[in-house]
């Protein structure tokens, strides 16, 4: 059998914005950072958020579009961002994807800033539950995607 021989890139972490350096290393495996802003989940909910807001909302008469779309979009749109500041700022030792516990963390502190306490120092802002639950739908399938994507990207050749 011929050795598998293939071009590697590997990160290196630092403050969280990584640097790629390549070189050849026979079967070698190489486990994929969380790439914050480029990540794809992120790129697609801030398109998606942006056509809602400016496109379809003032277009079409849907309480789901008007409500709670860009809701479900907080976690996939905020949580990398904010991780990316954790990173910068030392709170994050590692590049990995959102783990179960700061999906959580992140759900249950915006719900709570944006839902309780934003409508007692707004007076504008109103509290709604179902905020709260389109927040965890959300934070659900952002969570689902990044597991699947890095079952994916384990014990393979990946190139960012």
Same mark, same amino acid.
Request: aromatic share 14%.
């Given at each position: 059998?011929?050795?598998?021989?293939?071009? /590697?890139?590997?990160? /290196?972490?630092?403050?969280?914005? +990584?640097?790629w350096f390549g070189f050849d290393h026979p079967g070698a495996v190489v486990r994929v950072?969380?790439?914050?802003?480029?990540?794809?989940?992120?790129?697609?909910?801030?398109?998606?958020?942006?056509?809602?807001?400016?496109?379809?909302?003032?277009?079409?008469?849907?309480?789901?579009?008007?409500?709670?779309?860009?809701?479900?979009?907080?976690?996939?749109?905020?949580?990398?961002?904010?991780?990316?500041?954790?990173?910068?700022?030392?709170?994050?030792?590692?590049?990995?994807?959102?783990?179960? +516990?700061?999906?959580?963390?992140?759900?249950?502190?915006?719900?709570?800033?944006?839902?309780?306490?934003?409508?007692?120092?707004?007076?504008?802002?109103?509290?709604?539950?179902?905020?709260?639950?389109?927040?965890?739908?959300?934070?659900?399938?952002?969570?689902?995607?990044?597991?699947?994507?890095?079952?994916?990207?384990?014990?393979r050749f990946v190139s960012p």
């Amino acid at each position: 059998m011929r050795p598998c021989h293939a071009r /590697v890139q590997i990160a /290196v972490a630092e403050t969280g914005v +990584g640097l790629w350096f390549g070189f050849d290393h026979p079967g070698a495996v190489v486990r994929v950072g969380f790439h914050y802003f480029r990540d794809p989940l992120f790129l697609g909910s801030c398109a998606a958020y942006a056509l809602n807001r400016w496109l379809l909302k003032p277009h079409l008469d849907s309480t789901f579009l008007h409500s709670y779309f860009n809701d479900a979009l907080l976690i996939p749109c905020a949580l990398p961002l904010a991780l990316l500041l954790q990173r910068w700022l030392r709170l994050r030792s590692h590049d990995r994807r959102p783990q179960l +516990g700061e999906i959580a963390l992140h759900l249950c502190a915006w719900s709570i800033l944006f839902e309780w306490i934003g409508p007692h120092l707004m007076k504008r802002a109103t509290g709604d539950p179902w905020d709260v639950a389109a927040y965890v739908a959300g934070g659900v399938l952002a969570g689902l995607w990044w597991r699947w994507q890095q079952h994916q990207t384990d014990g393979r050749f990946v190139s960012p």
